[in-house]
T-cell receptor, first 118, second 115 residues
Framework: SAVISQKPSRDICQRGTSLTIQCQVD?????MFWYRQQPGQSLTLIAT?????????ESGFVIDKFPISRPNLTFSTLTVSNMSPEDSSIYLC???????????????FGDGTRLSIL | GDSVTQMEGPVTLSEEAFLTINCTYT??????LFWYVQYPGEGLQLLLK?????DKGSNKGFEATYRKETTSFHLEKGSVQVSDSAVYFC??????????????FGTGTRLLVSP
């Protein structure tokens, strides 16, 4: 399965600043996803990022707050903008091999970025 | 929308005990089902999956059977080890209007295994 590297692995940021998280995959993948995992909670999908098209955001998430880039088939970034303490979470990058339209294809996850906002 | 319900944790067991973590789902179609595991400080790893009714997924001594009649996908292991201590997530994949699939996760169940 694909190997996914996220940077940074953790960070502590000041309120009002922005942070860009990078996700690098060791193979070309069509579909990449960004999730948020708040402390002690399950995963919530932020957006789906397909190369060559605008990211598709889930309800409750907007591009101004979480801009995403997907410049090629092996890389994506998620920016958390104008951060507040409520943004303290683990942010996870995930990829799905194949077209994403065949039910049953699993997603593979990076180790996540642990973000704390002071 | 589709949803996944897992038993609340933590589940606390002694080494070599039998493990069951319950998972039930609600879906309009025929989803694929997954178990993911998250070890401390790490991301999620796929543990096993099943794509149709009566399929049994298995890996590292863990098993789960896709039961359509009870809409369940319970995770079992005959003899747990301390190294199995982690958070376990049940998930299903649903097909969206776009044709692409989306994973829906349960809330996770923390397993603590003591020597």
């Amino acid at each position: 399965s694909a190997v996914i590297s996220q940077k940074p692995s953790r960070d502590i940021c000041q309120r009002g600043t922005s942070l860009t998280i990078q996700c690098q995959v060791d193979s070309q993948v069509t579909m990449m996803f960004w999730y948020r995992q708040q402390p002690g909670q399950s995963l919530t999908l932020i957006a789906t990022a397909n190369q060559g098209s605008e990211a598709t955001y889930e309800s409750g998430f907007v591009i101004d707050k979480f801009p995403i880039s997907r410049p090629n088939l092996t890389f994506s970034t998620l920016t958390v903008s104008n951060m507040s303490p409520e943004d303290s979470s683990i942010y996870l990058c995930s990829v799905m091999e194949g077209t994403g339209k065949v039910l049953g294809q699993p997603q593979h996850f990076g180790d996540g970025t642990r973000l704390s906002i002071l | 929308g589709d949803s996944v319900t897992q038993m609340e944790g933590p589940v606390t067991l002694s080494e070599e005990a039998f493990l069951t973590i319950n998972c039930t789902y609600t879906a309009t179609g025929y989803p694929s089902l997954f178990w993911y595991v998250q070890y401390p400080g790490e991301g999620l790893q796929l543990l096993l999956k099943a794509t149709k009714a009566d399929d049994k997924g298995s890996n590292k001594g863990f098993e789960a059977t896709y039961r359509k009649e009870t809409t369940s996908f319970h995770l079992e292991k005959g003899s747990v080890q301390v190294s199995d201590s982690a958070v376990y997530f049940c998930a299903l994949s649903e097909r969206r209007n776009t044709g692409f699939q989306k994973l829906v996760f349960g809330t996770g169940t923390r397993l603590l295994v003591s020597p």
